[in-house]
């Protein structure tokens, strides 16, 4: 099955980093799991991801400890630390939690750094199905500049693609449905591993199980679009996203720059949403145990330009404690229908701190979004000729619910500062 079969619409789910860092726990991730299927499934929500060092016993926030033992098998490959994931006990991984989540209607989801454990080198540890070892395959001067976990995989050597086929053949086994790849899709201190993306893509698709491949971190060179599009499901335009408004205006460029390229199973990525209860164990992001730093206003900035771009769509907040406002950003109908279903994302204008995306819907539909970057409200518009749009149309605003008369040859709204409006034109 080709991949890009895999994410025919823009994924959407949960991910532990945001609020647990590197220390989520089987508790947390069941939890979070239970309030989805209860609350966010029957909007489209459905993966849940345990994000990064699952296999590290000490694990303690976001910030990894240096040069520590993992939980690994005779094959060179990372376990489920049993201390913090107690149905992964006598071999089982994460097979449990799985069927778990499973049980519940979702989909399962995990982080992996790319490459092979340093332990694994440096002990010549064995490969499942190649007479190689680790120390035969590891690039031991390829490694990641901010975790010790791990050193890159040299593609050309024999044993290679043995090694990253044994990876995905336990993920079938466990029942992964998703996974996201680390240090892989290039950042500001190195470029794109291309080689070793394509080992994964290969072994995705020999382990017999569909998989949605996520890669990260950002920002992606979008000269490589049609590589990202050819390999995964979803890569990172940015480094990690926090909830800073410096950061969310800077997305206006990147979405900007990549316009055009999300659709067919491939998606751009935003990174995840930084909503509700977060930082709970993580000391990223310039802070600590809090609710979003984001407004209102900004959390609302943030939704509308993720969804009429497409990007895939993960909150990174503690579900369950989630207040009515920040669960009505995530189960707006008709916003997660423009979401799924809307083609054409583009950027309209751009004019100061006035900004203008549109979205195609079908049957006539066109969907508008105007946001204000600025620090006091003011008119945003656009006229509805540049959209070639003609009447007679109803006009809805999205967040709101309500309708809009239409009035004169365009479309005008007051944006609160930092704010975003988004209406669905249709015909009459």
Request: glycine share 10%.
């Amino acid at each position: 099955m080709n991949h890009l079969q895999y994410a025919k619409t823009p994924p959407m789910g949960w991910n532990s980093w945001d609020c647990y860092g590197a220390a989520v726990t089987e508790q947390e991730i069941r939890g979070n799991a239970e309030y989805m299927a209860a609350n966010l499934q029957q909007f489209g929500w459905e993966y849940v991801v345990v994000d990064i060092q699952w296999y590290e016993p000490g694990a303690v926030s976001s910030q990894y400890r240096a040069f520590v033992p993992l939980e690994m098998d005779e094959y060179s490959r990372l376990m489920p630390a049993v201390n913090r994931f107690p149905s992964a006990e006598g071999g089982q991984g994460f097979r449990p939690l799985s069927d778990y989540v499973h049980s519940l209607g979702l989909k399962f989801g995990i982080h992996i750094m790319r490459g092979i454990p340093r332990q694994a080198a440096h002990a010549a540890s064995a490969i499942k199905g190649s007479q190689a070892t680790a120390r035969d395959i590891a690039h031991q001067n390829s490694i990641c500049p901010w975790n010790t976990d791990m050193y890159g995989v040299d593609a050309a050597a024999e044993g290679a693609q043995a090694y990253y086929n044994s990876l995905f053949e336990l993920y079938a086994e466990w029942g992964v449905d998703f996974v996201k790849v680390d240090d892989i899709a290039a950042s500001r201190l190195y470029d794109t591993h291309q080689p070793e993306i394509a080992l994964i893509h290969n072994a995705i698709e020999h382990c017999g199980r569909p998989m949605v491949l996520s890669l990260s971190p950002g920002p992606a060179p979008v000269e490589y679009a049609d590589f990202f599009g050819g390999h995964a499901n979803m890569w990172r335009i940015t480094d990690d996203f926090w909830d800073h408004w410096e950061l969310l205006l800077d997305m206006f460029d990147r979405c900007e720059r990549w316009q055009g390229k999300a659709g067919d199973g491939s998606w751009p990525d935003c990174d995840m949403l930084p909503l509700g209860h977060i930082g709970i164990r993580s000391v990223d992001g310039g802070g600590a145990d809090r609710w979003t730093r984001f407004t209102r206003d900004e959390q609302t900035t943030m939704m509308t330009l993720w969804s009429i771009f497409r990007s895939p769509l993960f909150f990174g907040g503690e579900l369950r404690d989630n207040d009515e406002w920040t669960l009505g950003l995530l189960t707006n109908s008709d916003v997660l229908d423009m979401h799924s279903n809307s083609t054409g994302a583009r950027l309209v204008s751009r004019e100061n701190d006035r900004v203008v995306w549109s979205a195609e819907g079908t049957g006539g539909v066109k969907y508008i979004a105007l946001f204000n970057t600025g620090e006091a409200a003011q008119t945003v518009s656009v006229q509805l000729a540049v959209l070639n749009l003609e009447g007679p149309l109803s006009v809805k605003e999205l967040w709101s619910g309500e309708e809009v008369p239409l009035t004169g040859d365009g479309l005008a709204s007051v944006v609160a500062p930092h704010g975003a409006v988004l209406y669905r034109l249709q015909p009459c």
